[in-house]
């Protein structure tokens, strides 16, 4: 039975603007996203990986209008979230929610966990009162808290206890799409692996589909259903988990993969040093964006920009010369 499509994203772009001068013109742009197109499917893991900068984080806040896309497309079960208004976004936020990067900053000091986690359930009318203090209580136990940490204040825990607080207000409205922008990489190591197997479980119990954002592809590696690799606002490969790790295509992936350690101390590979540095997104540049920095680099690829071309067994890559021979 083929998968159904829960997210599509159509050449998404987003750029910031940048002003100058005495009257605060726009002088230029910061191409941050630039004609990003991918989809999710329902119960599915889309890995997004790349450079810190490189507009992943964008991806995700402009999918759920946190940040408004510049142009493009983005069809969540059909419906074009780009066209809505304040009032119907809003009510589709209750299928669409994120997990943010930093637990400190993403809890209000102020407001107890009960309150944090139950303000969705007010704001959308599911519970009040008695009714809301079971459901909040009920969700904390789900993430492996306990139900009187309700009274508690965020910064009487641990960072790792704070991630899970947030977890526990994303899924607080049984949503369909959770963007977890990095949600382990503040995290030590020890509590990223039981962070992400309370993601694993949540998943498989609600039926959730992710969107992962990350720069760690052990971690990706571990969750991932499919991983796209991001470089400079678009993406330049995409492929199941396996197929991507096992064989990538784009000389960017091979140089991210060769940097990941290998456990096994008797296990050497190649090391792909880059050379330079990430261009500048306010003027990336002309063919391929990667060409800069590329071992493998020909006249064209400094003149044209390459197709994000199928290559069978839904592996996807912009290179001019992939697959290899």
């Known amino acids: 039975m083929a998968a159904e499509t829960l997210l599509e994203v159509n050449n998404l772009k987003k750029y ?54 510049t142009d493009g497309k983005i069809y969540f079960e059909g419906q074009d979230v780009t066209a809505l208004d304040k009032n119907a976004m809003r009510s589709l936020r209750r299928e669409m929610q994120i997990i943010f990067q930093d637990p400190y900053a993403s809890l209000n000091p102020r407001m107890t966990v009960g309150s944090i986690v139950g303000e969705p359930l007010e704001i959308h009318k599911i519970a009040r009162g008695s009714e ?16 009187e940490d309700m009274r508690k204040y965020p910064h009487e825990f641990s960072g790792g206890q704070r991630q899970r607080i947030g977890i526990a207000r994303a899924i607080a409205l049984n949503p369909k799409l959770i963007v977890c922008d990095e949600p382990v990489s503040a995290l030590d190591v020890s509590i990223q692996a039981q962070v992400i197997n309370l993601l694993e479980d949540l998943q498989e119990e609600f039926g959730l589909s992710y969107l992962f954002i990350a720069h760690n592809l052990n971690v ?5 259903d499919r991983v796209a690799v991001m470089y400079l606002g678009q993406i330049v490969e995409l492929a199941p988990d396996t ?3 096992n064989d990538p295509q784009h000389p960017y992936t091979e140089a991210l993969l060769s940097a990941v350690p290998i456990p096994d101390p008797t296990v050497t590979k190649k090391r792909i040093i880059l050379e330079g540095d990430v261009p500048s997104p306010i003027d990336p540049p002309s063919g391929c964006h990667f060409h800069t920095r590329c071992m493998y680099k020909e006249k064209i690829c400094e003149e044209e920009a390459p197709e994000f071309k199928h290559i069978g067994s839904g592996h996807w890559v912009a290179c001019h010369f992939r697959p290899k021979a």
């Open 16 to 69: 910031f603007p940048i002003k100058g001068g005495v009257f605060s013109q726009t002088i230029g742009y910061v191409y941050a996203v630039d004609d990003v197109s991918f989809t999710v499917d329902k119960g599915e893991t889309l890995g997004l990986v790349g450079e810190s900068g490189c507009g992943k984080s964008t991806t995700g806040r402009s999918i759920l209008r946190l940040i408004e896309p």
């Open 132 to 147: 809301k203090t079971e459901r909040v209580a009920s969700l904390l136990q789900k993430v492996g808290l306990r139900a």
């Open 220 to 224: 990706v590696e571990h969750i991932s």
């Open 243 to 245: 197929d991507l790790y």
